[in-house]
């Protein structure tokens, strides 16, 4: 099965729309939609003579680039309303996230990775057609919010290469079986309805009830992070404990979770109060799911110890999918319970789905150090005129094709709209059955493409299993990216200087 040409299951980050202006990827990347304040100085303490913040293998972030990010995640935290932890701590906060990023642009580089302008130009069209204006009026409005345009590329060509980063290392090693996909689907017999955030009044209490909930339990979680490092000796241990022990009697107190999280969470998702998203109960770890059991939401787990240190954890919101309508009943007359974001619904097939489906093979030469654009084409220039001298594609995907389908000759299947990436499916519907494509590009290297038919089918069932398997993948790919960050930390060169003037707080 050919998994790298797929549409990863995450919603992409580009799908951004008007009124919610400023990319998704901002706070972590520390872009804002607004003109930055100017930055408050920081403490003489921190200040270095060379001006250095931290070293990640060879390359140098500076306290310079450190202020400016602060700056733009600073506004962005307080349009979301998220208490912004004093500069020093802040400082230290975006540091990691700027690390982090630092890490991924390596890992990208090492693997050959390169987001083309005309990738960045497709992405730029796709924003513009989802809020129904046009390129240019798009451009006005960036240019509305105080950002270049310059720079409004240069977040999407890093949100790019950063989608394709996650597919090629967390995605495409996620396994979700046809078993996996039947529990699901046995249990989710109705639409996920989420129940309202703990700070919105609830819906008065009807005389006819709604159905009983017979679907998973979906949990929105937001956590502190007390990060403990690899083999520490007991004392560091205890510190730790101590430490997160500290900002539970806080929060019990009264405290801002967010502004806490903010402040002293080293998960990932600190600077956006900690927030971990909507899953599945059963799709959080278990240590979370037993440590939030009995909590209702607004309420706190207490100290959860795993092998990453300490967590404190907050339910947000918690709620049951409710059982679909019968076809031709009625809608309950009572106000609904607001709905879980698009990302975590399946929505129901109303009837038959009749889609035209196309079975291919293709051939994937990817780019990297040693293999560049002009290489990759050249392979399979040469591949292309073996073929209509009458060598087999299929015996030619097995011996070159770098992609998972390979030992199958390079078959895909059949392959439904949408379901592989832009560049490839345009390249596919131009062919006739039996015809080869020239070389094409898409996001994860070249390919050639032949088509062997088509046919239509009704896909009512195998719309249902695709979004159930979306589903489950969204429960897995956040744990699974955190890990391959923490790889990507383990086997890089830090020297974060910030860190070492806070007192190895991290």
Known sequence: MMSGLRHPARVLSLAIVLGAWAPASALAAGQSAHKPAPAKAAPATEQFVDGIAAIVDKEVIT?????????????????????????????????????????????????????????????????????????????????NSGMSWD?????????????????????????????????????????????????????????????????????????????????AANSVVQEKRKQAEDILRKLKTGADFAGVAAAASNGPQALEGGNMGVRPLRDWPDLFVQAIADTPPGGLSGIVQSGRGFHILKVLRRGYAQPRPAPGSAAPAQAAPAPAPAASRAPAASGPMMVTQTHARHILIKTSKVVDDAKARATLESLRTRIEHGESFAELARRYSEDASAPQGGDLGWLNPGQTVPAFEQAMNALQDGQVSEPVKSPFGWHLIQVEGRQTKNMEEEFRRMQARRELMEGRIGPAYEDWLDQLRSQAYIDNRLEKTAGGGR
Request: charged residues 25%; glycine residues 2%.
């Open 151 to 231: 720079a409004y590329r240069a977040d999407l060509r890093t949100q790019i290469q950063d989608d394709i980063l996650r597919q090629r290392f967390v995605e495409d090693r996620i396994t979700i079986s046809d078993s996996d996909i039947d529990a699901f689907l046995s249990m989710n017999a109705g639409q996920p309805i989420l129940a309202p955030s703990v700070n919105a009044p609830a819906p008065a209490p009807q005389p006819d009830a709604a159905p009983a909930p017979t679907g998973p339990e979906l949990v929105e979680l937001a956590q502190i992070l007390i990060e403990v490092p690899d083999y």
């Open 63 to 143: 306290l310079a680039e450190v202020d400016a990010r602060a700056v733009q995640v600073r506004r962005q935290m307080e349009q979301q309303r998220i208490p912004v932890p004093e500069a020093p701590v802040l400082r230290r906060q975006v540091l990691q996230q700027m690390i982090n990023a630092t890490l991924q642009n390596h890992e990208a580089a090492r693997v050959g990775i390169r987001v083309s302008d005309a990738q960045v130009d497709q992405a730029v069209q796709t924003i513009a057609q989802r809020n129904r204006i046009t390129v240019e009026q798009l451009r006005h409005e960036i240019a």
